[in-house]
């Protein structure tokens, strides 16, 4: 906002558009006085120099003059005055009085930067560092409060004000406040603002008398205008600048308020496209409730956005940049300029031209003698048309000459006096002629503007009525306004809290989620380390299982060869076989039936009907079976086919049969037909019981015989014949009973295939 040295900033470059365009027409010092209600008063010429005697005789720090000042060196770079930037527009009826403070808003308060501390022999002193000498205890400024004066504008109460007279002067004023500013280090930047800063400019004007001499004393056409250069702190991420303890407290401060304001220009946004009345929260911070006038459209607002260009940044940039663009579509009505007093616009060049004319005849007939009035001077103008008079001297009193030639003049200046009397009686007759004209006229027109007047009059009553009925409109529409508000601000309340209650079961929800997916991660993770330590101990056990029947199939094949060589042997006894080997041995079970049926709890069994009755069975065929070619072929009278049990079939028919088939070991086609019993349940549902199963399989004649020994004990020596030469038949036959049969065993065949030694 200062700029740098030799490039002046923002704020110089405001201060000598203002005192380059009003440099000639400002008032002297104390003319106009600001109150304490942001308002001003005019104050004559003699009190205004009473103010500056008064003012000169108190020993208090003031400014220099423009004449005996020395700018400092600090900022004498940053000042470059040029007489060329000026506005051209400017009322030259009218004197001017610049008055200019400084402010912070440092943690949502307002401090003044241009407030002298008082001399207190009891309270401690303060030095440079703003900070206090005594005790080395810190005793803060005591903090502003903002008012609303009679025209709804926001201003800091009791905030310091000086009136300037130049450009140097008012950054001097600034440059002092500018020191108490409070900064600080941080990790981005070595001097970080830690507040807000407001340089408040107020330009008072007022208009000059009929005369143009002196300020016209009316306080109601005096206007005040104010320049609010606004030096805003950037926003702050803790994580760059490192901040902690009093400095983290400054950044939040700063950033809340820096949000307040994005969030009333979003809803000025809001309120402007969508027609809507929503309330902007202006009061949710100093700043915003300071400029609260400015956005209500009593001014204008320009926005200076600074961007920095390093990559790091980007975020940052990105969103200000944002931001910016957003408050380009803000648009505020603003209301029209009252106009001024109705005065004869150049008096004040008029009067000043008049001034110099008549001094300058002055000077010509030799100036003013012992103050004579211009009604003097115009008599002996009036006096010099007359013929000069002759000396009247008489040195002789035989002087013939001297009488004559005086009665003669004398006699010239009567008759040139009769003739002007003359003339001036024609003129004063016509002027009274015209006169009277002019009054008849002025009579006439008096009477016509009485008339139209006692129309305005009325006119203006019955207007002055509506408007009562408006104003008492106005009052009841701002208390239903005030009450909508009230409810508006407690609906909106209620809405933060429901807000606030919705994240929070929605964070509750998210972290029950994210524990849930934690949990299932962890089950899914115990559940394959258990499955892959079964799989492995399933293998272990599949191959200790397979080792252990392939050392069977050994042992028994074994034994097959060692029955073979007995058989062959010439010799009719049979040798008996060791009882450690008879023992040892154990039948191997070969049959691929079923397991036994899990135990099923009793049920009560359906009375059969006889068959003479006419029994409906549902032959359950299933899609995946294949056709065989066996001459025999089950078929069932009086069934109905289905691919897929159904309880509205088995509701009809009082059996059920299932058509399985399998592969059997021999590697044919096994087709099963179980059967079972369709009873009612107590749900009110079908319920299946499997009484038999009937097997139906094809085997091709085996190419090759094997003698084995029995499996059951010996027989009786007579009978060793028939039992050597029936023995591949006895071998490849095994009896099997199906559990839950209730007609008594089944029979099955296998064909055993050929182990080989492993």
């Known amino acids: 906002m200062t700029g ?5 900033g923002l704020l110089p470059r405001c201060l000598d558009m203002i005192f380059n365009s009003i440099g000639p027409f400002q008032a002297k010092r104390f003319v106009f006085k600001l109150d304490d209600k942001n308002g001003v008063d005019v104050q004559c010429e003699v009190d205004a120099l009473l103010e500056r005697q008064k003012r000169d005789a108190v020993p208090v720090p003031k400014t220099p003059s423009a004449s005996r000042r020395q700018i400092d060196p600090e900022f004498a770079d940053m000042i ?21 403070s400084y402010i912070e808003i440092y943690n949502n308060y307002i401090y003044d930067l241009l407030e002298e501390a008082p001399f207190e022999p009891i309270k401690p002193k303060w030095n440079n560092c703003n900070t206090p000498v005594r005790n080395g205890d810190f005793i803060p400024p005591q903090s502003k409060i903002l008012r609303e004066d009679q025209n709804h504008n926001m201003y800091v109460m009791g905030c310091t ?6 450009t140097e002067e008012a950054f001097e004023v600034f440059w ?36 143009g001499d002196n300020v016209l004393q009316e306080k109601e056409q005096i206007t005040l205008s104010q320049l609010s250069l606004v030096d805003l702190a950037g926003s702050e991420r803790t994580n760059r600048t490192k901040a902690e303890g009093n400095r983290l407290r400054e950044a939040g401060n700063i950033n809340q308020s820096l949000m307040t304001l994005r969030t009333c220009i979003e809803v000025l946004r809001e309120n402007q496209m969508y027609g809507t009345n929503k309330m902007v929260p202006y009061r949710d911070s100093k700043l915003t409730h300071l400029f609260k006038n400015y956005f209500d459209g009593e001014g204008k607002v320009r926005m200076i956005v600074c961007v920095n260009p ?10 200000v940049m944002r931001f910016a663009e957003m408050t380009q579509e803000v648009e505020v009505a603003r209301p029209v300029d009252r106009p001024l007093c109705g005065l004869t616009p150049g008096r004040r060049y008029r009067n000043q031209a008049f001034r110099e004319e008549l001094s300058r005849k002055l000077e010509l007939r030799g100036g003013p003698i012992n103050g004579e009035t211009e009604e003097q001077s115009a008599s002996e103008i009036f006096l010099q048309n007359f013929p000069p008079l002759p000396s009247c001297e008489l040195l002789d009193v035989n002087d013939d000459q001297t009488l004559p030639k005086l009665i003669e003049v004398l006699e010239k200046r009567h008759k040139l006096r009769q003739t002007l009397s003359e003339e001036f009686a ?24 009485q008339g139209k007047l006692s129309e305005k009059e009325k006119t203006i009553a019955g207007q002055k009525m509506e408007l009562e009925r408006l104003e008492k409109k106005i009052k009841t529409l701002e208390y239903k306004i005030e009450i909508l508000e009230k409810t508006t601000t407690i609906y909106e309340e209620d809405k933060r809290n429901l807000q606030q209650e919705l994240e929070s079961k929605s964070q509750k929800l998210q972290r029950q989620a994210s524990d849930k997916r934690r949990l299932e991660a962890r089950l899914q993770g115990m559940v394959a380390e258990t499955t892959m330590k079964w799989e492995k101990e399933c293998e272990r056990r599949v191959a200790a299982k397979q080792l252990e029947m392939q ?18 042997e010439p010799k009719k006894e049979k040798p008996e076989r060791p009882s450690r080997e008879r023992d040892r041995e154990k039948p191997v079970q070969r049959s691929v039936s079923p397991s036994p049926a899990p135990n099923v709890p009793p049920v009560r069994l359906r009375h059969r009907r006889s068959r003479s009755a006419g029994e409906r069975w549902v032959d359950h065929k299933p899609p995946s079976n294949l056709p065989t070619e066996t001459v025999m072929q089950p078929h069932v009278p009086h069934a109905i086919t289905v691919a897929a049990a159904s309880e509205k079939a088995l509701a009809k028919c009082d059996k059920y049969m299932l058509t399985h088939q399998e592969l059997a070991s021999d590697g044919e086609i096994e087709t099963k037909l179980i059967k079972g019993d369709v009873f009612k349940t107590r749900g009110g549902g ?15 004649p085996t190419g090759r015989k094997r003698r084995s020994s029995p499996s059951h004990p010996d027989p009786p020596e007579d009978a060793m014949d028939s039992e050597w030469t029936d023995v591949e038949t006895r071998c490849s036959v095994a009896v099997e009973m199906r559990a839950g049969s209730a007609l008594g065993p089944g029979y099955q065949h296998h064909a055993q295939p050929k182990r080989r030694k492993p």
């Open 4 to 8: 740098s040295p030799g490039d002046g």
């Open 80 to 100: 470059n005055v040029q007489d060329h930037c000026k506005v051209e527009e400017v009322d030259e009826d009218n004197v001017y009085s610049v008055f200019v």
């Open 161 to 166: 004000e000086v009136e300037v007279k130049s």
């Open 176 to 211: 002092r406040g500018q020191k108490k500013r409070r900064i600080a280090n941080t990790q981005l930047n070595r001097e970080s603002s830690r507040s807000h800063s407001v340089f408040i400019i107020k330009l008072a004007q007022a208009p000059l008398d009929a005369d």
């Open 310 to 319: 390093k990559a790091e940044d980007y975020e940052e940039s990105l969103q």
């Open 426 to 449: 024609k003129n004063m007759l016509a002027f009274k002629t015209v006169l009277q004209e002019f009054d008849s006229s002025v009579a006439s027109k008096e009477n016509y503007i």
């Open 551 to 568: 050392n069977k199939l050994w042992v028994k094949d074994e034994k097959l060869k060692q029955l073979k060589a007995i058989v062959t």
């Open 686 to 700: 079908q319920a299946v019981q499997f009484t038999e199963i009937e097997t139906l399989k094809q085997e091709s």
